[in-house]
């Protein structure tokens, strides 16, 4: 039996953040199993470090 997918939806920074240990995984999980250019894992590496170094904090929902 297959898994059901569900569609990623990112309504905004803060929903990112919120949902970022899952996306997180996905761009592990990227780096590990995708043959990826060496550039392109290194921006996805930092992209990884960057997003880890946001708090709640350092962001908020524009109303």
């Not at 996905?26 to 708090?55: C, F, P, Y």
């Amino acid at each position: 039996m297959s898994e059901k997918q569900t569609s990623l939806e990112i309504t905004d920074a803060v929903d990112f953040y919120r949902q970022w240990p899952s996306l997180r995984a996905n761009a592990e999980h990227l780096l590990e199993t995708q043959d990826l250019a060496s550039d392109d894992a290194e921006v996805l590496r930092w992209m990884i470090k960057v997003v880890d170094m946001v708090g709640p904090h350092d962001i908020k929902r524009e109303r």
